[in-house]
């Protein structure tokens, strides 16, 4: 077909064909949809900019928090929580006041003090630091939280999960001498790809941004931190793009973008390195010598907003989250009150299995609620009635139509410790 002119572009038919299935798709996957649909979380004027979990959704949200929360530990994370609220004067003296007012939430007291919500998790993390003296041998010191954070977004650039003013970072900053930045580095980066690789995600672009024309600190700094991060990546033999002038204000970052099932790209994780919070916190530790000696400040987050992590899933997924991840993964189903004992048997055998389940005894025909939790996307189905209820079987239905016979328990639950564990490798 001749290309016909859209707009002011040139585009023939297969490519506008091909574009119209591609904006299709995306509203088929559309996360916002798809979150009240299977009753995981709604938005709503009283609260612009925020979510409201509901119990489904904060599984959801959980299942990551104990992910990270045991990753964490292994790599030797020290978990820690700061406050919300804090005064004016902490963010003057980390550059936020100057750099980043215009997305903060303020607020002033009856004695005209005021404070501020705290947009970003690091300066919190610079006071625990700063309690009592640090010796090179608590170095690397690494302090991970789940921070909540408020920043005001003009409400016109707010979508759903994606962009709000109020979400949780698993955030972590790392203190640290220079020698040991390099190293620091390299593992944070292997931390952040085996995380995306776990929860499915394997074509994974990362962007150094470097130094913007509005910054802190020496060039020489500059230069050592750029090239430690560039370093870092070479020797894990990745590669990169360069974001020239797209750094923080206080250091150059690591950014890295995943591509999701139909090929658009989400950035989540960062990777921060920074010598002028340390320095303009008056931070120190005593080095081998006994001499004190200034730290390295890693800023670091892995999933980056959970809200915006769990919204990157759902449109990927299209809302059929795999079995180990689906926080509702069985519902029991029977066909008539006369099973509700069976049924609530099995239930608690499954729940002590570590399975996530729930029952449905309500008076509804089997066939409507096979339909109502199909369309709610729940991975398997147990169907119960009298054959099941007198030979203690149970028949299963899968999210993909496929039917089992009647099995017994043992089978069953070995069954569905299978398909779970399968639905993770692939």
């Known amino acids: 077909a001749l290309p016909r002119v859209y707009g002011t572009c040139w585009i023939s038919e297969q490519e506008l064909k091909e574009h119209v299935q ?22 709503q004027e009283a609260a612009v900019g925020s979510v409201f979990w509901h119990p489904r959704g904060w599984k959801l949200f959980q299942q990551l928090v104990g992910y990270m929360r045991d990753e964490q530990d292994k790599a030797g994370y020290l978990e820690v929580n700061t406050p919300d609220v804090m005064d004016r004067s902490l963010w003057e003296t980390s550059g936020h006041w100057k750099n980043y007012r215009q997305h903060m939430f303020t607020c002033t007291t009856e004695d005209e003090a005021v404070y501020a919500l705290k947009p970003m998790n690091c300066p919190g993390a610079v006071l625990l630091f700063k309690q009592g003296q640090k010796s090179f041998r608590q170095l690397p010191l690494r302090l991970a939280e789940f921070g909540k954070v408020h920043r005001y977004e003009p409400s016109g650039t707010l979508h759903g999960l994606l962009r709000v003013r109020h979400f949780t970072q698993d955030d972590a900053h790392i203190f640290c001498s220079r020698e040991q930045i390099l190293d620091e580095c390299r593992k944070i980066v292997s931390f952040v790809l085996s995380t995306y690789r776990y929860f499915g995600f394997d074509r994974i672009k990362i962007k150094l941004s470097t130094r913007p024309d509005q910054r802190m600190g020496s060039e020489s700094d500059w230069d050592f931190l750029e090239s430690t991060l560039s370093l870092a990546l070479a020797s894990l033999k990745l590669d990169y793009h360069i974001q020239a002038g797209e750094g923080a204000f206080y250091g150059p970052k690591l950014e890295f973008a995943l591509k999701d ?29 006994g001499n004190k000696e200034r730290p390295v400040m890693l800023h670091r ?32 189903l029977s066909i008539a009150d006369r099973h509700a004992d069976y049924v609530i048997e099995l239930v608690e055998c499954l729940k002590v299995n570590g399975l ?5 005894l309500s008076s509804d025909t089997i066939s409507n609620k096979i339909r109502k939790h199909s369309l709610q996307k729940v991975p398997f189905l147990l169907i119960v009635g009298d054959r099941e209820c007198a030979e203690r079987t149970v028949s299963i239905r899968c999210r993909s139509g496929e039917k089992s016979e009647a099995l017994k328990l043992d089978k069953a639950f070995e069954y569905l410790a299978e398909q779970i564990a399968d639905s993770h490798s692939k």
């Open 22 to 43: 591609r904006q299709e798709e995306a509203q088929r996957r559309d996360h916002r949809r798809l979150g009240v649909e299977l009753d995981y979380f709604h938005i």
């Open 261 to 289: 099932a139909i090929g658009r790209e989400w950035q989540c994780g960062t990777l921060q390195v920074d010598l002028n919070l340390p320095e303009s916190f008056d931070l120190n530790y005593i080095n081998s010598e």
């Open 301 to 332: 987050a892995l999933f980056g907003s959970l809200e915006r992590f769990i919204g990157i899933l759902l449109e990927h997924h299209a809302g059929r989250l795999p079995a180990w991840l689906s926080p509702l993964q069985i519902v029991v």
């Open 356 to 360: 996530r389940v729930e029952h449905d």
